[in-house]
C-alpha cells in the first residue's frame, strides 16, 4: 500500500505557481480522490484542461481570481488564515473543461477532484453558501464548514468539508468507517486529508485502522501533512495548546456519507 502520510513540498511549476501537494489514483492507489495543493503569488496562472475529473477549487487563504469559459469568478476568498475560523468561496467545474486561476496576492488553492462523466454547470459555492455545523460534547467538539456535503447538487461524485478541531479535543471520532458499497447499511467513500495546524509547529495524530488491523497506522501529523485514507477508520486527536484544521475530500461510487461506527467506541455517543 502507498504511504498514507504526504509531506508538502515546494515545486515550481510556472511563474509564480509552487505546488506543495499531489496526491493522484497514480502515486496512491486511491480509485475515486486526486488533489492538488497550490501557492500562487501576485501575477501566477494555473491553468488546467480536465479530462475525466470534475474539480472544486477551494480558496483556502488569500483571494484568487477563476475563470471557465463566460464564468468569471473574481477576486473570490474570504480569510488571511484557515485559523479566522470563517467559511470561505469555492468554484466547481465539472470534467471536460478548462478553467484558470491567477491572483493579485499570494493565495493558496486546494484543487479537489474525483472522477465524473457528467457536464454539470460550472458554480461559485460563496462562503455564505457554507453550512456550519458544531458536532460533539466534551472533548470530542469539533465545528464543521460543508463546503459540499453529500447532499449537494453541485458536484457529481464529490464531498468536501473543512472541520476545525479546538486544542484538546478529538474529532472524526468515536472512529468511523464507510468502506463498504452497502447501502442503506454503509457507503463507500475513499477520504483525504489536508491538515494545518495553529501554531504552525504543532502536531496531531491520526490512525487509519480495520477491525482486523491489517491496517493499522498511528501517524504524527504536521501543518501541511496529507492523509490517505483508503479504507477503515480514521479518528484524529488535537494535544493541548494547539487547534487543528483539516480539509476532507471524500468521493466513491455513490455520493452518500454513510458511516459505521466502531462498535468498541461507539458508547462514547451515548453519554449525555
Ligand atoms: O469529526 C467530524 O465530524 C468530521 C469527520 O466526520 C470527517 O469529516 C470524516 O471523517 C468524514 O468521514
Redo the contacts with the bound molecule.
Sequence with gaps: MAELKRKQYNKELSKNVFENQLVTRENSGLSYIELRLLTIESGGVYEESLTDLEVCAVVLTGKATITEGQHCFNNIGTRDDVFEKIPTDSVYVSAGKTYQVTTETEARILLCYAPSTLDLPTQLIAAADNTVEK?GIYQNK?M?HNIMDDQSTVSDKLIV?E?FTDSGNW???PP?K?DQDNLPVESF?E?TYYHEMNPRQGFVFQRVYTDDRSLDETMAVENGDVVIVPKGY?PVSVPDGYDGYYL?I?AGPTKK?K?HNDPDHEWILSRT
Aim: charge should be positive; hydrophobic fraction near 40%.
Design positions: 458536532r469539533r464543521v468539508v472541520v474529532s472524526s471520532y468511523h464507510h467513500l477520504e480514521h476532507n471524500m456519507w458511516f
